[in-house]
């Protein structure tokens, strides 16, 4: 069963920059797109940015689109979550998530399969 491994959350103040990563467990784990997602304070789960694994297409949350970017390395089944000028309303635990199909709707975490542990970035005033 393939895991995702995620790393680089932690406590930066506001301004500040942080890359999360996040890899499969498995070299042979293939999936249709990668991406992440956030879960708030307030318990709200969030689409923040997906990549096409075929391609490289990407999407971003409007709200962080200026800010965000994500990226992959296709040798090590590995995604990037570049953030940069980070708000304190960005503050949430940060999950990797992958569909294995082309899903429906690729902003909506019902259809992803996969997901890593959550990693926990706090920005602070």
């Known amino acids: 069963q393939a895991q995702l491994v995620e790393s680089g959350g932690g406590l930066v103040q506001a301004g500040g920059s942080l890359r999360l990563s996040c890899a499969a467990s498995?070299?042979?784990?293939?999936?249709?797109?990668m991406g992440w997602f956030r879960q708030t304070p307030e318990k709200v789960r969030e689409f923040v940015a997906v990549?096409?694994?075929?391609?490289?297409?990407?999407l971003v949350r409007d709200s962080v689109q200026d800010r965000f970017t994500i990226s992959k390395d296709n040798a090590n089944n590995t995604i990037f979550l570049h953030m940069n000028s980070l708000k304190p309303e960005d503050t949430a635990v940060y999950y990797c998530?992958?569909?294995?199909?082309?899903?429906?709707?690729?902003?909506?975490?019902?259809?992803?399969?996969?997901w890593g542990q959550g990693t926990q970035v706090t920005v602070s005033s």
């Open positions: 998530a992958a569909a294995a199909t082309r899903p429906p709707m690729v902003t909506a975490s019902y259809y992803y399969n996969y």
């Open positions: 498995e070299r042979t784990f293939s999936a249709y797109n």
């Open positions: 990549i096409r694994w075929s391609d490289g297409n990407t």
